[in-house]
C-alpha cells in the first residue's frame, strides 16, 4: 500500500465563493458516500474567502483514480468558480495515475523521511 496525499490550492474567482462552497459540498458527499479507500478529504479556506487549500489522502493510486472517476464530472462547474493555482502529489502515483492528473500541472513529491502514526 502506497498512500498518495495531495495539496490542490485554488484561487476563488470574486463573487464566486457561494457557488464554490455548494460544488464543494456536493463533491463531499458523493466521496463520503462511495470511497472507503478516501482516507482524508478537507478543504481549508482562508479567512476572506479567496483562497483555498485541498488536502487529501488515499489508500493508495486505485483509490485517487475511483475519486477521480466520482468527483470528475463535477470539475466543470468547481472551475466555473475557482481555478488550481499550484498542484502538489506526495507519495508514489502510478503512471496512470500522473497521466489522468496532467492537465492539472502537478508537481511530485516522492518521500524522503519521516514517521507516521
Given at each position: ?9 485554488q484561487?476563488i474567482?470574486i463573487?464566486e ?9 456536493s ?9 472507503p479507500?478516501?482516507?482524508s478529504?478537507n478543504?481549508?479556506i ?5 483562497e483555498?487549500?485541498l ?17 470528475g464530472p ?10 488550481v ?5 506526495f507519495?508514489?502515483?502510478?503512471d496512470?495515475?500522473?497521466?489522468l ?6 508537481e511530485?513529491f ?7 502514526r
Amino acid at each position: 500500500m502506497e498512500l498518495i496525499t495531495t495539496d490542490f490550492q485554488q484561487s476563488i474567482k470574486i463573487g464566486e465563493l457561494e457557488a464554490f462552497k455548494k460544488t464543494v459540498d456536493s463533491m463531499i458527499e458523493v466521496t463520503a458516500r462511495n470511497e472507503p479507500d478516501t482516507l482524508s478529504y478537507n478543504w481549508f479556506i482562508n479567512e476572506e474567502g479567496t483562497e483555498c487549500h485541498l488536502l487529501e489522502t488515499f489508500k493508495d493510486s486505485e483509490a485517487f483514480i475511483t475519486h477521480l472517476n466520482n468527483v470528475g464530472p463535477m470539475f466543470e462547474e468547481l472551475f466555473e468558480s475557482c481555478t488550481v493555482t499550484r498542484a502538489k502529489v506526495f507519495g508514489k502515483p502510478s503512471d496512470t495515475l500522473k497521466e489522468l492528473l496532467t492537465p492539472l500541472g502537478v508537481e511530485y513529491f516522492s518521500h524522503f523521511n519521516g514517521i507516521s502514526r
